[in-house]
């Protein structure tokens, strides 16, 4: 029954590449493998089994549970197979009856300390020191067992501080794998071995509960532990998975890999894929534990519609819920035009939904008002990236840092954000890579254990244009251009225009001191460090492109990037670090207004007529509305009806006032999603979303890595969400006839270059494959962008003019708020909010200096309130020294929180992307919650008691 869990082999220690070869026999046959190898990872390549407790293929060997013991021809003793390397012509004994005689010693040492509660213990079954004491064939124990042996352990008490996972410690063998787990996998040293000799317990910080401690919960020590010491509280609960299903992560842009492990439809717990390209067997608190929102109370199972946003829900069926929907959109359209409707795409879609929704707005009907929450995350990186280098991706994979020398991270926080990845960047950081961080705030990884950046560029918010730009001044004025690079891969005209722009005295780190407030001196050693290299990788984020530059700061850093020669190989690159799941993939789909499937303009008659003739319908060549500018229309009376599918814009764009009045003028809103959600609240059509769990797909990470989403339970309303976006296409009048989301796959590789060799058979093969994936390319696709030219063929350069933000600070709003995400909570918090994650983060709060705290009058905990040009709310603050002093810092993943009430309308120059990071404002003390806020928790009262009448009368009717 339990198979499944045993089908991925463990090595015992991790793979070793070297062009040698040894070869050696073992148990009489002859194996041969890299040099550096362990003999225990030998022995497993040739089909033989070494008992262990102590190792595990993730971890470096340890050597101390001495049961990995094997003979060696001409040597003296036992040695530990894990610990010894492979050499030449070696004859190695596995099993003999003096090894079988010393392991069973061991395992009665081991279980003279440890309770004998197998049958009832909730690693029965996925125990490995119940397997070994089956391997080794102890029988009995001639110490006896915990009292009867004297001085013992199995009465430890246990910790449940932790919402996700137990520690017993009364059944611990001290075989370290968590420990080192926590530094070697994740790199939070978080754990450590306390006492001495018989008395050493593994110790979360200072023998502290695991909640009390630095612990991120990130389950690599649950996933190391051999025994029931740390153990899943879903596994206590439910007891043992009988089937495992691979499938894709549903938060951030790493795209983990999972197994997710099952009881019939029932989710036990999320593992983390061992063969998973973006992870690697690693996880976060996030993708690993905080999977519950799936199948919690709020969840909508069941279509409803209203009138107006005034009545209460009435729940309906599949069948009429569309039918109203349609009904509207049609009768919008015939009165005020075609263009009079649009759409939104979602993220959190997988690639096939995504191409649906945009299909049925252009198809259906028949306008190009389609745009993604790509809109306010990623869309100057689309626009920069395009410009510079020819497609808008990221050029690396993530596997690609562990050859990098020098990181820049720039307006982004791996640790919180992307923390799978931060894992594998600060492992090549312990090993010696060097690190830039250019950020306001002094993020985790500017100094955290055994990791230290060489170069903080505490920089002004707003200002990155002129710090990258003055980089790129130090790397032309002091000859540390690649030039034999640029000669060979670059445009020269557009080149040498940049390079005589930068040189001016006015790009100098000296004359953008006073602004950016970074010293000369630091951001020239930070500019050398990056050119001298020799593999220097940029990792950027949203810090980068919200802001009214945000495109002209992606292009600065390609242009840096080129001109020190650090595109096109391993260990380099530019890439940015996607906020969502799948914020690629729905670019990639044709999310935009301008843009069909793969980056192509919708202007291009020959794309055009190409997707016209396998759609049966005329496409218009006039761009659509981006989504600011559907607010704008809606406001005006032009813009009556909107389809909106897994995104919560009420909530996560900026100006939430003006959202919300934009949302109110309009006629029909269709919102498709798990929860009622904020921008639910103003629509009259709910339809039910599916989770991940519930979706079959695909999903596109920062990688360009097209990975399978695998449905594990069926759709809670019975309809998925691109069968729900199909019927609605359909009663518009524009059939759609899928039978399977792999059919919308054969369909998105027919009309799309750089997906054209993309089948779910090849995902299936190869785990995963990465776009572009065609006849031109491997056959799983291409795994590092522009290896010998561009795709545009040279890459181009553009001058970056640093212009000041609108967002300026005076007398009345003399700091600057900028914003971000934490590690415990994800985007809008519509998902981690309804998992106990909020035991780590409950609130958005206000990070303030000291220094501007005590000009205010504000203590720890105070409540304060925020005002913009924009509007006002109240947090709480939170003193911290993360921040300098002039600069303020908040998260939004609470509505009542209201931090998007006052960020602004200022937004990237070619994009719209807004200005969040970027805001003007005034912070006192104050008593009570703002205007908005009360209006707020009126209006949201107003809307929960709409949604319990409408499921109460459905209840009462039977319906």
């Not at 090595?11 to 073992?26: E, Y």
């Not at 109370?297 to 519609?305: E, F, L, S």
């Amino acid at each position: 029954m339990l198979q499944h869990l045993k089908n991925e082999i463990d090595h015992g220690t991790p793979a070793r590449v070297s062009d040698k070869t040894v070869t050696l026999t073992i148990d009489g046959m002859a194996v041969s493998v890299p040099q550096g190898t362990s003999l225990m990872r030998a022995a497993v390549e040739a089909g033989v089994n070494v008992p262990k407790l102590c190792a595990t293929d993730s971890l470096e060997p340890f050597g101390s549970c001495r049961l990995c013991l094997v003979e060696i021809e001409g040597r003296r003793g036992f040695p530990a197979s894990c610990t010894t390397p492979a050499e030449a012509g070696m004859v190695v004994r596995t099993q003999t009856p003096k090894l079988q005689q010393l392991r069973k010693g061991v395992m009665e040492l081991y279980i003279s300390d440890h309770p004998l509660d197998c049958l009832t213990c909730s690693a029965n079954g996925d125990c490995e020191l119940q397997d070994m004491a089956g391997v080794t064939g102890l029988r009995n124990v001639r110490y006896g067992v915990g009292a009867a042996a004297g001085a013992h352990h199995c009465d430890a008490k246990k910790d449940a501080s932790n919402p996700y996972f137990t520690y017993d410690p009364s059944k611990c063998i001290v075989c370290n794998r968590c420990v080192r787990a926590c530094e070697e996998t994740q790199g939070t040293f978080a754990l450590t071995i306390s006492g001495r000799g018989f008395e050493s317990r593994v110790s979360p910080g200072q023998d502290q509960p695991f909640m009390d401690s630095e612990c991120v919960s990130c389950g690599a020590c649950v996933q190391a532990c051999p025994t029931a010491t740390l153990q899943e509280k879903t596994v206590i609960e439910l007891g043992q998975p009988e089937h495992s299903v691979i499938t894709t992560c549903a938060y951030c842009g790493v795209g983990c890999g999972f197994k997710a492990e099952m009881k019939g439809n029932t989710v036990v717990r999320m593992v983390p894929w061992k063969d998973g390209k973006a992870n690697e067997g690693h996880s976060c608190v996030k993708g690993r534990f905080a999977w519950g929102y799936a199948t919690h109370k709020d969840r909508i199972t069941q279509p409803m519609v209203r009138e107006k946003i005034t009545d209460a829900w009435r729940e309906v069926s599949w069948p009429e819920a569309i039918e109203f929907a349609a009904t509207r959109f049609k009768a919008i359209q015939a009165k005020h035009g075609k263009d009079s409707v649009g759409g939104i795409t979602s993220s959190r879609c997988t690639n096939e939904e995504v191409y649906l929704v945009q299909k049925l707005i252009r198809a259906a009907f028949n306008t190009n008002n389609v745009d993604t929450c790509a809109r306010v995350c990623h869309s100057p990186t689309g626009y920069g990236m395009g410009q510079t280098f020819g497609t808008s991706a990221g050029t690396q994979t993530f596997k690609s840092v562990e050859e990098a020398d020098v990181i820049m991270v720039i307006g982004a926080n791996p640790t919180d954000a992307h923390p799978v990845f931060a894992s594998r960047m600060k492992k090549r950081l312990r090993e010696g890579a060097q690190l830039i961080v250019v950020d306001p705030r002094r993020i985790d990884l500017v100094s955290s254990p055994h990791i230290r950046a060489q170069h903080h560029l505490a920089l002004q918010p707003g200002t990155n244009v002129a710090v990258i730009t003055a980089m790129a001044h130090v790397v032309v004025t002091e000859g540390l251009v690649n030039e034999a690079y640029v000669a060979e891969r670059c445009d020269t005209k557009s080149f040498h225009a940049w390079r005589e722009f930068v040189a001016r005295p006015e790009n100098s780190p000296e004359a953008f001191e006073p602004v950016t407030g970074v010293p000369a001196a630091e951001l020239r050693a930070a500019a050398r460090l990056f050119a001298a290299g020799p593999n220097s990788a940029i990792y950027y984020g949203l810090g980068v492109t919200e802001h009214a530059q945000g495109s002209t700061m992606v292009i600065g850093i390609c242009n840096l990037a080129m001109a020190c020669g650090m595109v096109g190989r391993e260990g380099v690159g530019v890439n940015p670090l996607r906020g969502q799941n799948n914020v690629q993939g729905s670019c990639d789909m044709g999310s935009f207004p301008h843009e069909l499937p793969g980056y192509r303009h919708i202007s291009d008659t020959t794309v055009r007529s190409t997707f016209e003739a396998a759609w049966g319908v005329e496409l218009s060549p006039e761009p659509g509305l981006r989504i600011p500018n559907m607010f704008e229309a809606a406001l005006a009376g032009s813009f009556k009806g909107l389809y909106c599918v897994g995104e919560d814009i009420v909530q996560s764009d900026p100006n939430t006032q003006h959202v919300a009045a934009a949302l109110s003028a309009m006629e029909c809103i269709v919102v498709q999603d798990i929860f009622l959600n904020e921008t639910a609240k103003y629509a009259h059509v709910l339809l039910p979303g599916s989770s991940f769990l519930e979706k079959d797909g695909t999903f596109t990470n920062a990688e360009r890595r097209i990975s399978r989403v695998r449905q594990v339970m069926p759709p809670l309303s019975g309809v998925g969400d691109w069968e729900a976006t199909a019927m609605l296409s359909t009663a518009l009048g524009y059939p759609m006839d899928y039978r399977h989301p792999e059919d919308i796959m054969r369909e998105i590789a027919a009309l799309t270059p750089s997906f054209a060799g993309v089948t779910y058979e090849k995902i299936d093969r190869f785990g995963s494959v990465q776009w572009p994936c065609n006849e031109t390319t491997a056959e799983a696709g291409t795994s590092l962008m522009h290896v010998e030219k561009f795709v545009r063929g040279k890459g181009r350069f553009f001058n970056t003019q640093y212009v000041p933000s609108d967002e300026k600070v005076n007398g009345r709003y003399p700091l600057l708020l900028t914003t971000g995400r934490i590690l415990s909570q994800y985007n809008v918090g519509a998902q981690t909010r309804r998992t106990p994650n909020n035991q780590w983060h409950d609130e958005d709060v206000l990070e303030i200096h000291p220094h501007d705290a005590e000009e205010r009058g504000v203590a720890q905990g105070d409540w304060v309130g925020v005002a913009s040009r924009a509007g006002q709310t109240v947090l709480r603050a939170q003193l911290s020294d993360r921040m300098q002093p002039g600069v303020v810092y908040t998260t939004f993943h609470f509505p009542e929180s209201g931090a998007n009430v006052i960020t602004t309308d200022s937004s990237d120059w070619a994009t719209n992307c807004p200005e969040y990071k970027v805001t003007a404002v005034q912070v006192t003390k104050v008593l009570q919650p703002s205007e908005w806020q009360r209006q707020y928790a009126d209006f949201n009262r107003q809307q929960m008691e709409f949604l319990a009448r409408g499921r109460e009368r459905a209840e009462a009717t039977g319906k």
